[in-house]
């Protein structure tokens, strides 16, 4: 019996059940409510939710075909992913051009800096790797369904290629059938809507074929899926305590309030949710609606080699090129990243093998620029002077190009307008067609935006953002720098006059701290990058400078001052995993003190650093986490350090088994790195002492968010003096009574309860299915 018998069957079975209630329909009242009981029980375990959903599209016809055209409209924007390397005009299959994508249940337990550039390998574990169509199916041990998912993933690391092929196996039948729907929503693109709009007016526009059906019937009778694609490009407040829970499709509101009503459930109760994003702007989320979290780490060192056996014909050029990633640590980790395998291909291939093959991500980046924009125009031979004529006739555009990264960067834009390209000088032509790193989209939703246009990948446009503001102090352009010079941080000194190469990237530095996203911490690495000799040789042709004037190239004392700058700055509001990030700095002007110096701290038995310096613990932080095995014990006390310094320690709390951070002077941030690593699928954390730390209530509520998630497996918990009061407790109880199962001793000594909240904790100690057995 197919699926549309079984339908028909049910709703044959429907109207026998109708007869027969009209049958009996003269009984006395109270046999008439005894049968009415036994139907509904009837009909609730033998005819659930799919009544009236299959009756609706059983009955309408039109509706099969709009799912159908609907389908092919997706599967057109999905099925191919374009490798604009040479030909921005030439596409492959999505099958054919990536290899399979490493995706696990639950967020990597070492540090994954923002843009997954750093030196943090994917090394075997016990996390389960999963297929991206059971992204849906519970956990082992999961009740009842999942209705929403967070997907993370650095930039680059494949979240859009692991979309697009969830979204292509099911247009084309081959997985997911039991959703009726998928709806692809790009945050990029609603950050653009400002008037107030209803779901049903949005789905319309966005996505016209679907009209009939969303103007003609119940949502909720139909399973339906809401890909939230990209929240780290989201610009919408996201106020999700505030906002009002919208329950009709039909009523007008923010974007902002149908994204936060869709995501808690309250609007399309039973559709499901899926959420992509980078870690840092993950947190926006209430962890209380997230049922699953997967991540996606890219490529393994096999899978490395596999893409580029894949994608170069010339075998032998194919295991040069391995070798050489092989022997720059920094490009084998950064290659985890489907996108850059596909940048160091292009690069690589192209390149003669000699001492100048790029051994950092600005320098990869610059050979990228180059080959993407002489390879797009013919010219005889294959010669440098040649490749510099070409770069010398497009460095109008390229420069403009670089004009309209930098000022969208700066604005949180990374979709924008035709009239966003005409304020920069540009028109689509020279954009799309002369460089071949932007390209158009959404042509099919023109009806609500117009054309849009986007570069083909986020870090292109960083990279292009640092290359205008290089040129730009190179020419003297103190006015083109203004946005990044007046920054509102008490910590910005402004330089009065055009600031020197070292101010610029104090600057920098500053601007990119004070973002909260982190979308600046990248083009900080680029702009670090550029300020290297070799890089501004590369790059004379648009810095227009000659190659010996001593003026425009760095000389070894300013990267030096500048590379003092990184480990010097001192700044309390700052997350320990952000500095980690910072760090990277150092590795585009190849000043790889720091880690020797931790390195042979680690290696000496009485320790060559006498005393650690804040960049000296992001280092070692980083190094501890990616450590083969776990340790046993961190004793944070036994590093010799300022307290910036033990903040900065923190994050190696992911990667032990007893954290011992007693008296430290840490606040309320560092608990909230500590949730982080009890949350952390598998957590290692089994003993905890944060003793006599001012943490107070605020700290505890951070805490208390890693105690009642299920992958916590805390036994000891020590918060003796930490300022803790009446509202604190109540954080803590209630954790417990969510996660009781683990917890057996608790220290909470000293701190300000009151007899209401100690009668609380004694009654969850005295509670069965309570491990607690220590109670202080």
């Known amino acids: 019996m197919d699926l549309i018998e079984i339908k028909d069957h049910k709703s044959t079975v429907r109207h026998i059940i109708h007869l027969l209630h009209n049958l009996f329909i003269g009984f006395h009242k109270s046999t008439f409510f005894c049968f009415f009981l036994f139907l509904s029980l009837f009909r609730k375990c033998f005819l659930p939710d799919t009544v009236p959903r299959t009756s609706r599209r059983s009955c309408n016809d039109n509706y099969r075909t709009i799912f159908t055209q609907h389908k092919d409209y997706l599967k057109k924007q999905v099925e191919n992913i374009r490798e604009r390397v040479l030909n921005p005009d030439s596409q492959k299959p999505h099958g054919s051009i990536d290899t399979t994508l490493y995706i696990t249940e639950g967020e990597y337990k070492a540090v994954d800096v923002e843009h997954g550039v750093a030196q943090v390998e994917v090394r075997g574990s016990e996390d389960t790797q999963i297929n991206y169509n059971d992204i849906f199916n519970p956990l082992p041990g999961q009740n009842g369904p999942i209705r929403a998912v967070l997907t993370k993933g650095a930039p680059g690391i494949g979240k859009t290629v692991l979309v697009q092929r969830f979204i292509s196996d099911w247009a084309d039948g081959k997985a997911n059938q039991d959703i009726d729907v998928v709806i692809l929503l790009p945050l990029r693109l609603l950050n653009r809507i400002k008037r107030e709009i209803s779901l049903q007016q949005l789905l319309s526009q966005l996505y016209p074929s679907l009209q009939e059906w969303v103007n003609s019937v119940k949502l909720e009778d139909y399973q339906i ?224 935006f117009g054309e849009m246009y986007t570069f083909v990948q986020i870090t292109i446009q960083e990279f292009l953002a640092a290359l205008y503001i290089f040129v730009s102090y190179v020419k003297e352009d103190t006015e083109a720098l203004r946005p990044l010079l007046m920054k509102k941080s008490s910590m910005q000194k402004i330089p009065r006059k055009h600031p020197s190469l070292e101010e610029l990237l ?113 280092a070692l932080a980083s190094t501890l986490m990616m450590a083969a095995m776990p340790m046993d014990e961190f004793d944070l006390k036994k590093y010799k350090t300022s307290d910036e310094g033990r903040r900065r320690l923190v994050p190696a709390v992911r990667s032990c088994k007893k954290a011992l951070l007693a008296d430290c002077r840490l606040t309320a941030k560092s608990c909230e790195i500590v949730a982080s690593a009890l949350k952390a699928p598998r957590s290692l954390l089994r003993e905890l002492d944060m003793s006599h730390n001012n943490m107070q209530d605020s700290g505890v509520k951070h805490l208390s968010s890693g105690l009642r998630n299920s992958n916590c497996k805390l036994e000891t918990l020590r918060l003796s003096a930490c300022g803790i009061t009446g509202k604190g407790c109540e954080l803590l109880a209630s954790a417990l009574t969510a996660n009781p199962a683990h917890l057996k001793e608790l220290d909470l000594s000293s701190n300000h309860l009151k007899e209401a909240q100690l009668r609380t904790l004694q009654s969850i100690k005295e509670n069965p299915e309570s491990a607690l057995e220590i109670l202080r």
């Open 225 to 448: 899926l809401f890909i939230f694609f990209a929240l780290d490009e989201c610009n919408l407040p996201l106020n999700f305590e505030q906002n009002r829970k919208l329950s009709d499709i039909s009523q007008k509101a923010s974007v902002d309030t149908l994204v936060t009503s869709l995501i808690m459930g309250s609007l399309v109760p039973n559709a499901r949710i899926w959420i992509t994003s980078r870690h840092v702007a993950s947190d926006q989320i209430p962890p209380e609606v997230i049922d699953k979290v997967t991540e996606v780490r890219g490529f393994t060192d096999v899978q490395k080699e596999e893409y580029f056996k894949r994608h170069i014909s010339d075998e032998g050029l194919a295991e040069r090129i391995i070798s050489h990633i092989k022997a720059s640590r920094s490009i084998q980790a950064m290659c985890r990243l489907p996108v850059f395998c596909w940048i160091a291909a292009t690069v690589l291939q192209q390149m003669e093998f000699s001492d100048e093959i790029p051994t950092t991500l600005t320098e990869m980046f610059i050979h990228f620029l180059l080959i993407q924009t002489t390879s797009r125009h013919k010219y005889q031979g294959d010669n440098k002077s040649a490749k510099q004529d070409t770069l010398e006739a497009q460095k109008h555009n390229i420069l403009k190009l670089a004009e309209l990264a930098f000022k969208q960067l700066n604005e949180g834009n990374l979709m924008f307008s035709h009239n966003d390209l005409k304020q920069c000088g540009l028109d689509k032509t020279e954009a799309l067609v002369y460089s071949g790193l932007c390209t158009a989209t959404l042509k099919g939703q023109a009806a609500i």
């Open 506 to 618: 104090r600057c920098a530095v500053n601007s990119a701290l004070e973002s909260k996203s982190g979308h600046l911490d990248l083009f900080v690495r680029f702009l670090h990058g550029m300020a290297m000799e070799s890089n501004q040789k590369v790059l004379r042709v648009l810095l227009a400078c000659q190659q010996d004037n001593p003026r425009y190239i760095s000389n070894p004392d300013c990267l030096k001052r500048a590379a003092q700058n990184l480990k010097d700055i001192k700044r309390k509001d700052i997350s320990p995993d952000r500095w980690i990030n910072l760090l990277y700095c150092l590795v585009e002007i190849h000043d790889t003190t720091v880690h020797q110096e931790v390195q042979a701290f680690m290696h000496s038995e009485t320790g060559a650093l006498k005393r650690l310096k804040p960049a000296h613990c992001s």
